[in-house]
């Protein structure tokens, strides 16, 4: 079984809903001793960063010692930049650390450099796969994704995907079992069910 | 890069989708799901599910109308009409919908807007502005365009998203259903006013209405409902023709 953490940053129900349409059987942790027997962890979330300080040291070390066990961890929007060190939008709320970086604001570019975008980045944008990666699989790049966020991860070496939105950033990362996608799989059609059935897949494995 | 996005609206009556024109005389268009679907195939980006009634009975049609869209559509999509006060939001977003989409509600009550945001995040919270010329402004009509809220739709745009609005879905009243064209200048003046995605919604007939509202109208989305409901235009050959004219479309 997945476990889907959830520490109220929105509404899950897409969520939910998406895992329930490709066959998955999701729980709800009510404690982090929950996560004990998770095949596999998706840490979604929309909103402030520092609403994952809801997330604390239990939480943390649950969640670090079942990556830790080789279990698939995949966080989603908000949940991919809480894989990170930290971030400028909750610079007192320290991320989950497993990804070096830092997450930052969209600078929304400029008039001289390509011209200005809107910051929040809402809407449907493409991927640019930079390197194979399981979560990634049978998706080709150039596929469009839905993102709504105004934060965004630094492009580094765990990314897979990079898209632009007045500059670019990490859309897809991975490194090893531990994944993450700033847009939204469950509101991005076949592309999306695609990604979380990658990571299914990978929660059916032994470690 | 951003595609400009083409949401089909569901103007839904007692579980069925209507249109009408300038916001009155309603025809029949069909089951709500099944348009939902055909949408979804044809590559929509997103749909709107406006109850146009909204009576406490018809609130539970709703939820079970949006509950049957959610369940195999995995697309943004908004509820909107009659939601007053934040146990309607919470019921619409209970149901599957991802925004709710506040109108006369937030005009009586813009606190409204705020305690949605912070409870389900700004991205949640559509704005919607019904507008009507006004000299050379453009005023705000609440009640389904039926009364003047007495504010000007780009002082109104920025105090929305001032309170937590992720998104102004604006309405020319004197367009709707009409197929001439967007209003241009209202949609270009309120996007410009805001930085929060702007919908451009009424008056949409042919495919060139389209590409006039995403490069004069600056508008960031576009909604229609008639074109689409009569299979007048296919969403396809509409993204197809906003490719071909340079437009960033998902397709």
Known sequence: MIALIDYKAGNLTSVRKAFAAIGAELYDPGAPGDLDIADAIVVPGVGHFGATSALDRGWVEAIRGRVAAGRPLLGICLGLQWLFAGSDEAPDCPGLGLLPGSC??????????????????????????????PIVAGIPSGAQVYFTHSYVAPV?????AVTEHGEPFASVVQRGHVAGVQFHPEKSGEVGLTILRNFVRASREPC | MLSKRIIACLDVRNGHVVKGVNFEGLRSAGDPAELARRYNTEGIDELVILDITATLEQRRALAETIHAVAREL??????GGGIR????AAAAVEAGADKVSLNTAAL????LITTLAERYGSQAVVVAIDAKRAGEGFAVYARSGQSAAGRDAVEWAREAEARGAGEILLTSIDRDGTKVGFDCPLTAAVSAAVSIPVIASGGAGSLDHFVEVFTAGRADAALAASIFHYAETSVRSLKEHLQGRGIPVRL
Do not use: C, M
Not at chain 1, 156 to 160: C, G, I, P
Not at chain 2, 74 to 79: K, N
């Open chain 2, 74 to 79: 995995f697309i943004p999509l908004a509820v």
């Open chain 1, 104 to 133: 930052y604001r969209l600078s929304g570019g400029s008039a001289e450099n390509g011209g200005a975008v809107k910051v929040p980045h809402v809407g449907w944008n493409n991927i640019r796969i930079q390197r194979d990666a």
């Open chain 2, 85 to 88: 006060t934040e146990a309607d």
């Open chain 1, 156 to 160: 580094t070496l765990d990314t897979v």
């Open chain 2, 108 to 111: 009586s009550d813009p606190a």
